[in-house]
């Protein structure tokens, strides 16, 4: 029972994965960046939404209410004014701006937040559980996994039922042809980065909802959504989700051999599928 | 004479350090059709993606209905009524066939093209509508890429070597359908290596050569030594 119990808090624990993972995901796509700051821009949600729960005396969910369009708006700024301007034939600009980026966030935060680990009150949220036969599942896990599926299919909506996803489709595929049919390059990166940062924001607050956060934590938030874009196959929503769930049945399951070993299971999978298929399990584009 | 749809005054162009177009003057009226040809090399693609806004030139080297558009954006100026059918076709391969249509569709113009009267001029597009764009053949492919460029119903249509890798008998459908697509009053330019196509459908030909115009007339009095003049730069 306990590696049943391993499996399906692993998978639930995916589903946050997945969340850290789909922003990833959606900029890559479009327009082939690699946002190293992404793991703290996920943090500086998880921040927004302390200081809107703590000033307004709000549920933390209801905070995502302004944290999402803030973050949104932040992204597509971000964009537009920086990022944009580092897009090119060369891949190492976008590299290193964005790794600056996640310097001055990080410091950003340690300033006005401190180092002190911070939690995020959700009140009976956080402990409330439902039996299902001997499991107990938790309603938080449930409803971030809800959540991360509910994105999911919203984005992959966007991208192929709507007319801003064929612009994101046709900007990915060839920037200079876009242009051709009317298409502001910058307008449109601006409008994924605002989509990405959005998807940020609900992961960010749920994170903070969920653990206990500070500002160095976001590096390792990075590394999941790398392992869970990677593992799923680049390009590939759906994809995403497989991979962030196949990374957190890995930690559980690896934690429930031995609690030193959680992270590094999960590290190990990641390995083993990037050697076995270097494009991940579900390619829909390369690199 | 009306003041030209398009002209170009002294236009240079350059790729980085490297000088492509060397103070080309070229004057296109309204509804005509201009053959721009040359031979490898001498700067004909580098006009069309000049006009067109890929590359940025000088202001007022490159005048659009009397606006200087030579430094403008690509997507500005296929909004202001000036579309490309791209060397190579260049579809979207993540986009369906009506997909990609739909995008062409985007600037929101007004005028007679759009999705049924595109599916009208090339029945084969409606029944393969929702297949990828690249599962189609090559002509059926260049269909698309000249149907994507109607969408946006431009004023000015700049054809990039329509015949390229594709077999002379859809050459000669695509050339065939050409009275129509340019009938409705459009403008257009045709970039091509078959001389004698470029000729038959055009008024008015351009020949470049190493960058400069070494050769303007109407296409149908310039005599095969003045071509082949222009074309190789003997003497």
């Known amino acids: ?287 | 004479m009306p003041d030209p749809i398009l002209a170009l005054h002294g236009l240079d162009a350059f790729y980085g350090d490297f000088q492509a177009l060397y103070g080309v003057d070229m004057t296109v009226e309204e509804g005509e059709i201009l053959a721009i040809i040359g031979a490898n090399g001498a700067g004909k693609t580098t006009l069309l993606r000049s006009i067109s806004g890929l590359i940025r030139n000088a202001p007022e080297q490159i005048l659009y209905r009397g606006e200087a558009i030579g430094a403008g954006r690509p997507d500005v100026i296929a909004t202001a009524g000036i579309a490309m059918v791209p060397e190579g076709r260049q579809l979207f391969p993540s986009l369906s066939v009506e997909e990609n249509l739909m995008i062409g569709g985007r600037t929101g113009r007004a005028g007679p093209w759009n999705l049924s009267s595109i599916y009208k001029l090339f029945p084969i597009l409606d029944e393969r509508r929702h297949q990828a764009s690249t599962s189609l053949s090559g002509g059926q492919q260049q269909m698309v890429a000249i149907g994507r460029a109607l969408m946006s119903n431009p004023d000015i249509i700049l054809f990039d070597e329509i015949s390229l890798g594709l077999a002379p008998v859809i050459i000669k459908d695509i050339y065939a359908a050409l009275p129509n697509i340019v009938g409705a009053g459009m403008t257009a330019l045709i970039v091509e290596q078959d001389i004698s196509k470029a000729l038959s459908v055009s008024a008015r030909v351009y020949c470049l050569q190493e960058g400069r115009v070494s050769l303007e007339g109407r296409s149908q009095q310039v005599s095969r030594e003045e071509i082949s003049r222009a074309y190789f730069g003997a003497s």
């Open chain 1, 1 to 287: 029972m306990e590696w049943v119990n391993a499996v399906v808090q692993g998978t639930l624990l995916g589903g946050l994965y997945a969340l850290f993972a789909a922003g990833l995901s959606l900029i890559f796509g479009v327009m082939r960046l690699v946002n190293i700051a992404h793991g703290d821009l996920i943090v500086l949600s998880a921040y927004l939404g302390l200081t809107t729960t703590v000033a307004l005396g709000v549920h933390p969910l209801l905070a995502l209410v302004l944290v999402l369009p803030v973050m949104a708006l932040f992204g597509y700024v971000l964009q537009r004014v920086l990022l944009n301007q580092t897009l090119g034939q060369d891949i190492l600009p976008p590299l290193l701006v964005t790794f600056g980026l996640s310097v001055i966030i990080q410091n950003a935060l340690l300033e006005t937040y401190t180092a002190d680990p911070q939690k995020m009150d959700a009140g009976a949220l956080e402990t409330a559980s439902v039996s299902v036969g001997p499991l107990a599942l938790g309603v938080l896990p449930l409803l971030t996994f809800g959540i991360a599926i509910v994105v999911i299919a919203g984005l992959q909506f966007i991208f192929y039922r709507t007319a801003l996803g064929r612009a994101f489709r046709a900007t990915s595929d060839n920037q200079e042809v876009a242009q051709l049919m009317g298409l502001n390059k910058a307008h449109i990166f601006g409008l994924a980065m605002a989509l990405a940062l959005a998807v940020t924001a609900i992961a960010g607050v749920l994170l903070g909802i969920r653990t206990s956060f500070d500002p160095s934590i976001g590096g390792a938030r990075l590394i999941f959504g790398f392992e869970a874009v990677i593992i799923g196959g680049l390009g590939n929503l759906w994809g995403t989700l497989i991979g962030g769930i196949l990374l957190g049945v890995s930690q559980t399951v690896g934690a429930a051999i031995s609690p030193g070993f959680q992270l590094l299971a999960g590290h190990i999978t990641f390995l083993v599928i990037l050697a076995l298929r270097p494009n991940g399990l579900f390619p829909r584009i390369s690199g």
